[in-house]
């Protein structure tokens, strides 16, 4: 007990966090000392401190706004990062934030609840793909701001919108999204999958899908086979006269699957985390917010079944797996132990477990199919 004692009282104890520790940790202009500030002050305000006084909390967010404007980049993202879900930023901070590089703004535009109609739709119109992105990804998103996405022909945003489920979209913004399908292949079948559908968007688009999503529509919105014909001679022609007038059948920036993966690494490669996502909802049809939990989570099992399940070959999966690390500070490091261990569960995932899965539940769309085996795998080896 006497030893235990010694040992307790020899070890250091940690300084409180307060107003005049704050001050002096304000003093160091090392990188270390910012990083740690940046750390410090964040996590505070993302709400994992307290007792402390409104004159304090007024000196943090002080310190904030002299942190984003003359640290690195590295430091802004790790103040957007502690910040994205908080909700005790100012105003002016957020939006320095929001407009920063896209590394930056990321975490912030896809998850922080304090910004407002005006301030998403005002990056949309300002800013370039990554940001739109980013909007794209967010649990909820009003019509409002669907509607000016919708408005800057981003394929690759808009994309991402029409598969996130949180996403509302007016009237208006389906039939211009229905008349952008028609040389925009990649739009289809998420418009199909969503349950706001109205039938009148329903009919036209029958006329453009596959053989499987267009009986899904028949039998959801009861489409007469009269009608269904007509809306089929019709896609025909308004797709012939678009291809006439120069217009490419598009599918959101790719070509055939193999390309996209391949782009898809590449955007890893250089740790473009919003062009990596958005490329990852095309191919596996997976509502943003889930899909990003299974591409960072620590494991990496469920990433493993994703990539086997979308035909991900198993090199392209290392890649995938390696860099998307990266983007998860608690994830495992990647040392060879760990590589041949993933590389391994990856090798062993049956894809007749995926089939019959499929089979059991007569799931004809092989997207909808991947989505709920992928959400339900806990252990796929």
């Known amino acids: ?54 004159s304090e909390y007024g000196l943090m967010n002080d310190i904030l706004r002299t942190l984003i404007r003359d640290v690195e980049r590295s430091v802004r993202q790790t103040l957007a990062a ?6 005790h930023v100012p105003n002016d901070v957020l939006e320095a934030l929001i407009n920063d590089d896209i590394e930056v703004a990321y975490p912030i535009l896809a998850d922080n609840p304090l910004l407002t109609y005006l301030a998403l739709e005002d990056v949309i119109r300002k800013q370039a793909s990554g ?31 029409i598969n996130n489920s949180g996403a509302e979209i007016s009237e208006a913004g389906f039939g211009t999204l229905v008349d952008d399908a028609q040389t925009i292949e990649g739009y289809r079948e998420p418009l199909c ?52 007038g120069g217009a490419q059948n598009e599918t959101g920036g790719f070509g055939s699957k193999g390309r996209e993966i391949n782009l898809m690494v590449e955007a890893l490669r250089r740790q473009e985390w919003p062009q990596f996502e958005a490329a990852m909802v095309r191919l596996t049809a997976m509502r943003p917010r889930r899909l990003r939990e299974i591409l960072y989570e620590a494991g990496g099992e469920r990433l493993a079944v994703l990539c086997k399940a979308c035909g991900i070959s198993k090199s392209d999966f290392a890649a995938i797996y390696i860099f998307s690390r990266k983007a998860n500070p608690a994830a495992t490091v990647v040392d060879a132990d760990t590589m041949h261990r993933t590389l391994t569960f990856y090798e062993q995932i049956s894809m007749s477990r995926f089939q019959s899965h499929a089979r059991k539940r ?8 991947l989505r709920r085996y992928v959400i339900n795998t806990q252990n796929a080896a």
């Open 1 to 54: 007990m006497a030893r235990q004692a010694q040992s307790s009282a020899e070890a250091p104890m940690p300084q409180p966090m307060n107003g005049a520790r704050l001050l002096a940790m304000a003093r160091d202009r090392s990188i270390a000392g910012r990083e740690s500030l940046a750390g410090s002050v964040s996590l505070i305000l993302a709400g994992q401190g307290n007792g402390f006084s409104e």
């Open 82 to 87: 502690n910040l994205a879900a908080s909700e």
């Open 131 to 161: 940001h739109r992105i980013a909007i794209a990804m967010r649990q909820e998103i009003s019509a409002a701001v669907s509607d000016v996405m919708i408005e800057t022909a981003d394929i690759e945003a808009i994309t991402c919108l």
């Open 193 to 244: 999958r969503r349950l706001d559908l109205k039938p009148v968007f329903a009919m036209q688009l029958a006329g453009l899908v596959s053989d499987a999503l267009r009986e899904n529509l028949v039998e959801r919105f009861d489409i007469p086979a009269e009608t269904l014909e007509a809306a089929i001679k019709t896609a025909a022609r308004a797709t012939g006269r678009a291809m006439a």
């Open 362 to 369: 007569r799931l004809h769309d092989g997207q909808l199919s």
